[in-house]
T-cell receptor, first 113, second 112 residues
Framework: DVKVTQSSRYLVKRTGEKVFLECVQD?????MFWYRQDPGLGLRLIYF???????EKGDIPEGYSVSREKKERFSLILESASTNQTSMYLC????????????FGDGTRLSIL | GQQVMQIPQYQHVQEGEDFTTYCNSS?????IQWYKQRPGGHPVFLIQ?????EVKKQKRLTFQFGEAKKNSSLHITATQTTDVGTYFC????????????FGQGTTLQVKP
């Protein structure tokens, strides 16, 4: 069974801090994704990676960056956290070929004070 | 840009009543996926529909893909409290890189 593990379930940080959210998957999936989930807005794609060191901006990349140094790990970085980045962050992974389902981690509920 | 819309946003039903959520895409989709997110949980893949007019069933859940492949529906017969959660539809983005575009979701509440 696919396991996607996010490093923290809950996180509280201060405005201006640099924040790292980590995600690890154990199924050798090529694709990895970072979403943020806000009430009434569904899942919005922040960044996507299709291979090690390869990344694409999603719909809302402003204020975020990502790192994928190893296939199994995809990190989301908030360069200088702001209160409007308070949200639920979900990591997902999938196989690259065809229209494969995405497997999600449990999410990190991030609060920026 | 490409959009996927879901209605309704919220639905409250009495246990035993039926429930339907509708998904509409601004573009023709090669396939559509459905996910369920329980309260406090993460989205979990339910099913994928690929063919025009396709109908698939999972116990009390019936999924349909429209003839034009631009809309889909999920119908739950005789809801139970275990059906509570948010149901998302998702279609592949036009760039077809493995990225999905998700609808806003329909949150189902079931009163026992």
């Amino acid at each position: 069974d696919v396991k996607v593990t996010q490093s923290s379930r809950y996180l509280v940080k201060r405005t201006g801090e640099k924040v790292f959210l980590e995600c690890v998957q154990d199924m050798d999936h090529e694709n990895m994704f970072w979403y943020r989930q806000d009430p009434g807005l569904g899942l919005r794609l922040i960044y996507f990676s299709y291979d090690v060191k390869m990344k694409e901006k999603g719909d809302i990349p402003e204020g975020y960056s990502v790192s994928r140094e190893k296939k199994e790990r995809f990190s989301l970085i908030l360069e200088s956290a702001s209160t409007n980045q308070t949200s639920m962050y979900l990591c997902a992974s999938s196989r690259a070929r065809g229209n494969q389902p995405q497997h999600f981690g449990d999410g990190t509920r991030l609060s920026i004070l | 840009g490409q959009q996927v819309m879901q209605i309704p946003q919220y639905q409250h039903v009495q246990e035993g009543e039926d429930f339907t959520t509708y998904c509409n895409s601004s573009t023709t989709l090669s396939n559509i996926q459905w996910y369920k997110q329980r309260p406090g949980g993460h989205p979990v893949f339910l099913i994928q529909l690929v063919k025009s007019g396709e109908v698939k069933k999972q116990k009390r859940l019936t999924f349909q893909f429209g003839e034009a492949k631009k809309n889909s529906s999920l119908h739950i017969t005789a809801t139970q409290t275990t059906d509570v959660g948010t149901y998302f539809c998702a279609g592949p983005r036009s760039s077809n890189t493995g990225k999905l575009i998700f609808g806003q979701g329909t949150t189902l509440q079931v009163k026992p």
